[in-house]
């Protein structure tokens, strides 16, 4: 496998979007025993003992680095020095490299499209790999420039094209999926010539995804960012009931949060 990776730097925006889910309170996974052997259902990430693909999709949007406004509201920049997002990120590979069964995937999206630092031959190519090659691939993430716009659609597509073209996804080593989106704000690629939020098409890339591998994925969401945003946090929550993961809000960035707290957990302890 060639492994690659690829900086961009665009310009800022966001924009309301409509988006339902069941409640207001943290989603619990829509089917928990179903992601992995029902025998033997692990409490904890450090417990997991089945193949494991961790995704890790994140935004790099211009909200990050520069002052936005939201109904009326000053936003301050979310994460500018990438405290939260490489310090959540790095805090958790760190805690769990030493597991083999898990690999690591990279995904960052801005402007109008989506990346990989973790790919075959091309960022569009996304694949997973083991520990070593995700710590190279943070250490380049802190290093990107933030900027552009908010594109939940190319990061979702190009999630399912990771997974599509795993070489693993339909061998006897049958893997489970863990894909984790980290945004601080709206998609900005679902929007039609009125200004209409098109939270159809949201659920149909959200499907699209979850069905390359019925029954092994699930999508977790992470909403970030001092000021809480209700319609941020309402969309996020509702992508991660569809998905079958967990929601989580950040607003201290120092809090110390982790993210095995979105990784769905299990009904029974394994015996």
């Known amino acids: 496998m060639v492994l690659g990776f690829l900086l961009t730097s665009l310009l800022a925006a966001c924009s309301p979007v409509q988006f339902s889910a069941k409640s207001t309170d943290p989603v619990t996974p829509t089917d928990p025993s179903g992601i992995d052997d029902p025998r033997c259902t692990p409490g904890t990430v450090e417990e997991i003992r089945r193949l494991t693909k961790l995704l890790f999709v994140v935004d790099t949007s211009g909200s990050n680095v520069g002052t936005t406004s939201w109904m009326g509201s000053i936003i301050p920049a979310t994460d500018p020095e990438k405290h939260f997002r490489f310090g959540a990120l790095m805090d958790f590979l760190v805690r769990y490299r030493h597991k083999t069964n898990f690999e690591w995937g990279l995904i960052t ?21 083991g520990a070593d090659v995700m710590a190279n691939a943070l250490h380049l993430f802190y290093l990107e420039p933030d900027g552009g716009m908010t594109p939940y659609g190319a990061a979702l597509e190009l999630a399912r094209v990771a997974i599509e073209n795993d070489p693993d996804r339909q061998s006897n080593k049958n893997p489970q999926y863990f894909v984790i989106l980290i945004s601080d704000g ?85 015996q």
């Open 109 to 129: 999206f801005s402007g109008n499209h989506a990346q990989a630092y973790i790919h075959w031959d091309s960022p569009k190519r996304p694949a997973f790999a």
């Open 186 to 270: 709206f998609p900005t690629d679902y929007f039609d010539h009125r200004d209409r939020f098109n939270d159809h098409a949201l659920a149909a890339d959200i499907d699209a995804l979850l069905n390359v591998a019925p029954n092994q994925i699930r999508l977790s969401t992470i909403f970030y960012g001092q000021v809480l945003i209700p319609e941020a946090i309402h969309l996020l929550q509702g992508i991660a009931y569809r998905g079958g993961g967990h929601f989580a809000t950040v607003r201290n960035l120092q809090s110390g949060f982790r993210i095995d707290d979105v990784i769905p957990g299990q009904t029974e302890p394994c």
